[in-house]
T-cell receptor, first 115, second 110 residues
Framework: GENVEQHPSTLSVQEGDSAVIKCTYSDSASNYFPWYKQELGKGPQLIIDIRSNVGEKKDQRIAVTLNKTAKHFSLHITETQPEDSAVYFCAASIRSGGGADGLTFGKGTHLIIQP | EADIYQTPRYLVIGTGKKITLECSQTMGHDKMYWYQQDPGMELHLIHYSYGVNSTEKGDLSSESTVSRIRTEHFPLTLESARPSHTSQYLC?????????FGSGTQLSVL
């Protein structure tokens, strides 16, 4: 089955700096790569996703890049703000548009924004 | 904002008790899921359903059971709780591949 590795497990950055979280996946058939953000006391929430026919996607201060050849994808957050502090999960699925039971999550990155 | 609700928010019970964690969604989604989140944050799929009367076990073996009698309701039951069941339980529904999570139930079994 699919295996998703996520690094680092904890990332501390100064407010205003950029943060990068990296994930690798094992199944070359994976074609859908979402990122979820979990704030304290809440469930994870989808913040951005990318499909395998796209190399990069941006939404304001966040962007995701995908390298299919190397089987890795990354989340980039620019101009970090205190509200970016949360746990971030990457995931990979071989069933784009299908059920989330085919989704494999990484172990999460705790992002800490230092004032 | 996702319309998926979990109750109770926190539950502390003694060993051997039967418990039911409630999950309801008002989005009309057919697919629903239960995840167990350990203290190290990792998410483990324990049950899912593709619709009424459909239930499947997830990747992580769990002693809990689920039922899906109504589209909007997906409760999880533990017949006899043990300390090893202490964890955060997250319910979710999905539209295509996008998951909508509830706020979770933090279960502590003493």
């Amino acid at each position: 089955g699919e295996n998703v590795e996520q690094h680092p497990s904890t990332l501390s950055v100064q407010e205003g700096d950029s943060a990068v979280i990296k994930c690798t996946y094992s199944d070359s058939a994976s074609n859908y790569f979402p990122w979820y953000k979990q704030e304290l006391g809440k469930g994870p929430q989808l913040i951005i996703d990318i499909r395998s026919n796209v190399g990069e996607k941006k939404d304001q201060r966040i962007a995701v890049t995908l390298n299919k050849t190397a089987k890795h994808f990354s989340l980039h957050i620019t101009e970090t703000q205190p509200e970016d502090s949360a746990v971030y999960f990457c995931a990979a699925s071989i069933r784009s548009g299908g059920g989330a039971d085919g989704l494999t999550f990484g172990k999460g990155t705790h992002l800490i924004i230092q004032p | 904002e996702a319309d998926i609700y979990q109750t109770p928010r926190y539950l502390v019970i003694g060993t051997g008790k039967k418990i039911t964690l409630e999950c309801s969604q008002t989005m009309g989604h057919d697919k629903m899921y239960w995840y167990q989140q350990d203290p190290g944050m990792e998410l483990h799929l324990i049950h899912y359903s593709y619709g009424v009367n459909s239930t499947e076990k997830g990747d992580l073996s769990s002693e809990s059971t689920v039922s899906r009698i109504r589209t909007e309701h997906f409760p999880l039951t533990l017949e006899s709780a043990r300390p090893s069941h202490t964890s955060q339980y997250l319910c979710a529904s999905s539209e295509f591949s996008k998951l909508f999570f509830g706020s979770g139930t933090q279960l502590s079994v003493l």
